[in-house]
């Protein structure tokens, strides 16, 4: 069941999704979502991003961070009523994303991830787990290609 708080924190996620072509505003409206941010003025959104609309205190943003378009960023997993094939559990965990990282269009961050400074997240991956700073990661599931720094 979604709570009120869920309902209006969700309209404001997609209308910072929508109003990404105004510079800073999609940051703003997320710090007001409850996204942790080290520094909002310092993150670039592009078009189409989503950043979790049921749990959005979840995730923590560090400075320099570049989300390209369509990249969705989710912490927590949706379960229909009675399902039988996920379970019957909704997960719901956090997620970090280290100093500039660069996360590629239409990427998937999914629950529990946890990005180290300096990754790059190549376009279409799908990325859940811990990585180490300064690493390539792509495909799905993500895995860490190379390092980005020698």
């Known amino acids: 069941m979604i709570t009120f708080k869920q309902y209006v ?3 404001l996620g997609n209308i910072a999704t929508f109003f990404s072509f105004v510079p ?3 940051n703003i ?12 003025s310092k993150v670039y959104f592009s ?8 749990y959005p205190e979840k995730i ?10 369509g ?12 399902n039988k094939v996920v379970g019957k559990k909704e997960i719901i965990k956090s997620i970090y994303i280290g100093h500039n990282v660069f996360i590629g269009a239409n990427a998937i961050i999914l629950p529990g991830t946890y990005l180290a400074e300096g990754c790059y997240v190549a376009a279409g991956a799908v990325v859940s787990g811990r990585f180490k700073k300064d690493c390539l990661i792509a ?3 993500a895995i860490v290609k190379r390092r ?3």
């Open 9 to 11: 924190v969700g309209i």
């Open 24 to 26: 800073f505003l999609p």
């Open 29 to 40: 409206i997320h710090k007001i979502r409850g996204v942790k941010f080290a520094n909002f």
């Open 47 to 54: 078009s189409n991003v989503i950043l979790d609309n049921r």
């Open 60 to 69: 923590k943003i560090e400075k320099g961070v570049v989300f390209a378009t």
């Open 71 to 82: 990249s969705l960023i989710t912490a927590h997993s949706f379960v229909p009523k009675n």
């Open 139 to 141: 495909g799905n599931p």
């Open 148 to 150: 980005t720094k020698s």
